[in-house]
């Protein structure tokens, strides 16, 4: 019996399992995987950087700023050196792949020309200056009283800008005779007309006139310093009015040099305030005009005296004779 329970005794028998996947997995390779896809993203693009010329990458650059201005263009002169938005092609439509060069098709030149340029310019700011007319004219008819003087003002172009005027009238004078002192009906008028002066960025130019009356003996207080002081009192209250002082370029009196009325120097219209906005040219011409005033004005640097050259050769004859003392001078 105890030899028959030995043999029914079961045998237990233990294996252990070889092999790290069932602590690590294979999640490693994923990432391994992933690791060599970057690299080798890197290194492509490392390889398009240096094999792009520097106009492709400029384009590149600017498509991504600005994406709808480059297709807008038509590409442009850094945009991968294409002439127009067909991808590959330009302008030549038979290219299926790459795009063409500049130096392949011949680029459309533009030429500025200066002097119709220029006459555009003009052009534009004559009209400019047509609007700030009716623009004065719109501001005296809109005000009862700025409409009575009306008849005082004269509006006309003429080369160096529009030019406005106040004249004297008989029965409404800007200034008591001999003064400077701006009567205080036309103070309204200077300051309504250096409003709308300010809607403009031209410089001005102010001058005063007066008649042929001489004033006194002329040896003192004269015309000159009496429409000089007009024309400077008519500035402040242009001022008053809203106008810069850097508006205002020139500031002159001249008397009765320039007539209103040649015929009749003495006609109370040849009294008058002129205020001229001025155009680019006039504004040029005026500053050149003061650079060669400078120039012509400054002080020119002395000669240097030149030395005699009579001394030098004096000095080679006498070195002469040292040298020849030993022979005897030869009669003659």
Not at 17 to 46: E, Q
Not at 58 to 79: R, T
Not at 156 to 163: H, N, Q, V, Y
Not at 311 to 325: C, H, I, M, N, V
């Amino acid at each position: 019996m105890a030899g028959d329970a030995k043999k029914l005794q079961p045998i237990i028998i233990k294996r252990v399992k070889k092999g790290g996947h069932a602590v690590h997995g294979g999640a490693w390779k994923i990432a391994y995987a992933d690791f060599v896809t970057a690299m080798m993203a890197f290194f492509l693009l490392m390889w398009l950087l240096g094999s792009t010329a520097e106009g492709d990458k400029k384009g590149i650059a600017d498509y991504f700023n600005s994406p709808l201005k480059v297709s807008l263009m038509g590409g442009g002169s850094g945009s991968g050196d294409s002439s127009s938005v067909v991808k590959g092609g330009g302008k030549d439509l038979t290219r299926s792949t790459g795009q063409v060069k500049n130096g392949d098709i011949e680029a459309e030149r533009k030429t500025l020309n200066l002097q119709a340029l220029k006459a555009q310019q003009a052009a534009a700011e004559r009209a400019r200056l047509e609007a700030l007319k009716g623009r004065v004219e719109e501001v005296l008819a809109s005000s009862s009283k700025l409409a009575e003087f009306k008849n005082q003002i004269r509006l006309d172009m003429t080369r160096e800008g529009l030019r406005i005027q106040i004249v004297d009238d008989q029965k409404r004078a800007m200034f008591d005779s001999g003064a400077a002192e701006v009567q205080p009906y036309m103070r309204e008028l200077l300051r309504a007309i250096g409003s709308v002066l300010t809607e403009v960025p031209n410089k001005l130019t102010l001058e005063g006139h007066t008649d042929a009356k001489p004033m006194g003996s002329g040896a003192g207080y004269s015309n000159w310093e009496l429409s000089s002081d007009r024309a400077n009192a008519s500035r402040r209250e242009l001022l008053t009015g809203g106008l810069t002082d850097d508006r205002i370029l020139r500031v002159q009196g001249l008397a009765a040099s320039v007539p209103f009325d040649r015929e009749d120097p003495l006609h109370p219209i040849n009294r008058r305030i002129s205020i001229i906005v001025m155009t680019r040219d006039a504004e040029d011409r005026f500053f050149r005009a003061g650079d060669a005033a400078e120039a012509a004005s400054a002080p020119v640097a002395p000669i240097a005296p030149i030395a005699p050259a009579i001394e030098p050769l004096a000095e080679t004859r006498k070195d002469a004779q040292a040298g020849d003392s030993s022979h005897p001078p030869a009669h003659r």
